[in-house]
C-alpha cells in the first residue's frame, strides 16, 4: 500500500511527499507493518536517469540500454520506456558500471556522491522542473512495537516528541536541500546535463499509464479499495504542496 508513491510522475518535492506519506500511513499504510513502530515515513527527492555512453533526451533514447533500477516501479516504468532494467544492490553499482555491465542508472543527486557514481557517467538527464518525478522511493524508520511499549512513560514522551509527523517533513527536506550539492559534483566533474522538457514527459506519462492500473489490481487483490488509495496519496501531496 505505501508502494503508490513509488508510482511514476507522483512527486515533485521530498518534503511534500514524506508529510503526505506520514499521513497516508497513519491511515491505510500502517496495516502493512504488523509488530513496529514507525517512526518516521519519508522519500527521496526527485530521481533522474544517469548515463554512460550517450545522453537520454527522448524516450527512444532508452531503447537498448540496460539501467539499474532501485524498485520493483522503476523496474516496471524503465520497461515501459523501452529499456532493460536490472535490479542490483547499490553497492554493487560502482563495479557494474566500470565494467560495462549496465549502461546507466536510476538515482536522486544526493547519493551520488558518496558512490563517487558521477566519474562513471558522462550525461545526466533530469526532468522539467516543472513537472512531477520520474520516480521516488519511500524509507521507513521504525522500532520494535513491543519494545515501545515495554519502555517507561518518560522515554516513550521523549520518541514521540522526535518522531512522527515532524520527523518525516524534516528527513523529506533533508533530501530536497541536499539536491543541489550533489548535483554540483556531477557539474564540476564535467558531465553533461540535459533537461527533458514537459512535451516528451508527456508522452512518458503515456507509454507508463498501466502502472497505476496495474497497482490498484495488485491492492484490490488484497481487498483494499486501490483507486481510493491512489486518489488519497495524490490529494495528501497536493495538500502539502500548497502550503
Do not use: C
Request: charged share 25%.
Amino acid at each position: 500500500m505505501m508502494e503508490v508513491f513509488e508510482l511514476p510522475f507522483m512527486s515533485h518535492s521530498a518534503e511534500a511527499t514524506s508529510r503526505a506519506a506520514w499521513d497516508y500511513y497513519t491511515q491505510y499504510g500502517f496495516k502493512e507493518f504488523p509488530g513496529i513502530k514507525a517512526l518516521a515515513i519519508n522519500v527521496h527527492d526527485n530521481g533522474y536517469i544517469h548515463t554512460v555512453a550517450r545522453p537520454v533526451r527522448v524516450m527512444a533514447d532508452l531503447k537498448g540500454l540496460k539501467i539499474r533500477a532501485p524498485t520493483r516501479q522503476t523496474n516496471k516504468l524503465l520497461a515501459a520506456l523501452g529499456a532493460t532494467p536490472v535490479a542490483m544492490p547499490l553497492a554493487a553499482l560502482g563495479d557494474a558500471l566500470s565494467k560495462g555491465m549496465i549502461d546507466g542508472y536510476m538515482l536522486p543527486w544526493e547519493v551520488i556522491p558518496s558512490l563517487k557514481a558521477q566519474e562513471f557517467t558522462k550525461f545526466e538527464s533530469e526532468t522539467d522542473p516543472n513537472s512531477r518525478a520520474l520516480y521516488t522511493a519511500v524509507f521507513i524508520l521504525a522500532m520494535n512495537q513491543a519494545k515501545y511499549d515495554s519502555l517507561p512513560l518518560d522515554l516513550k514522551k521523549v520518541i514521540d516528541a522526535n518522531s512522527g509527523a515532524a520527523l518525516s517533513r524534516m528527513a523529506g527536506n533533508v533530501w530536497d536541500v541536499s539536491a543541489p550539492p550533489g548535483r554540483k559534483i556531477a557539474a564540476d566533474h564535467g558531465n553533461r546535463f540535459f533537461t527533458i522538457p514537459a512535451s516528451e514527459l508527456d508522452n512518458w506519462q503515456k507509454a507508463t499509464a498501466r502502472l497505476p492500473e496495474d497497482w490498484i489490481k495488485d491492492v484490490a487483490a488484497t481487498g483494499e479499495d486501490g483507486k481510493m488509495l491512489l486518489q488519497a496519496a495524490k490529494d495528501l501531496i497536493r495538500k502539502y504542496e500548497s502550503n
